[in-house]
């Protein structure tokens, strides 16, 4: 399972690491909660030729309640953007501070 997927390129990596493997049935979820986003990692697995990937678009808690149970996570979590302020000023506008959840 892939959680934060698009735009695909570790998808891809791994999807074709698994169509390799021993796998009886090498399948990865890719999942992209943005819409936008996951139509873009939908263009670059076919792209690539990958077919071996399922790709969803579901918030990452809604997988805590599925009935399924995936071999390995891999969550390359979001960065702050911080790079993204050398290009457009306006990323800064969007930052918040706030306190974590307990």
Known sequence: LDMCAAPGGKAIQLAEALE????????????????????????????????????????????????????????DAPCSAEANVRRDRRVLDRWRVSKPSE
């Open 20 to 75: 390799l493997s021993s796998c009886s049935i090498p399948v990865l979820v890719a999942n992209e909660p943005n819409p936008e986003r996951a139509m873009r990692l939908r263009a670059n697995l076919l792209r690539c030729g990958v077919q071996s990937v399922m790709v969803s678009e579901l918030p990452g808690e809604d997988f805590s309640e599925m009935p399924c149970i995936f071999h390995a996570v891999l969550v």
